[in-house]
Structures are given as structure tokens and as C-alpha cells.
């Protein structure tokens, strides 16, 4: 993992979740990982509803 990809990632989870910074850098890559994709996913979700209520008004 390159530098720069830790850096997202920790930034996005910590942005998102506010989990400390430390806690994040301790977290197994692959472990931060599965919380990044998963917070895509529930960001996914939430945003597809949005759309789908703003069609309906």
C-alpha cells in the first residue's frame, strides 16, 4: 500500500466515523480496508435514497 492510499483511507474512516487517528493506523490494512468498503457501500445506499426521494417530489 503506497503512502498516499494510508492516507485516504485513514483520512475518509476518521472524516466519517471520527475514529481516532492512532486506532486507525494500529488496524490491520486488510481489517481498514473492509471498513473503508463498507462505508462506500452504506454512502451508496444513503445517496441512492436521497436521489430517489428528491424524484418523487
Known amino acids: 500500500m503506497s503512502l498516499d492510499q494510508l492516507r485516504r483511507e485513514v483520512f475518509f474512516l476518521g472524516y466519517h466515523l471520527h475514529w481516532p487517528h ?10 481498514r480496508r473492509e ?6 457501500e452504506q454512502i451508496q445506499r444513503e445517496n ?6 428528491r424524484e418523487r417530489t
Open 48 to 53: 441512492a435514497q436521497v436521489e430517489a426521494a
Open 35 to 40: 471498513f473503508v468498503d463498507l462505508l462506500v
Open 22 to 31: 492512532g486506532e486507525l493506523m494500529d488496524m490491520a490494512a486488510g481489517d
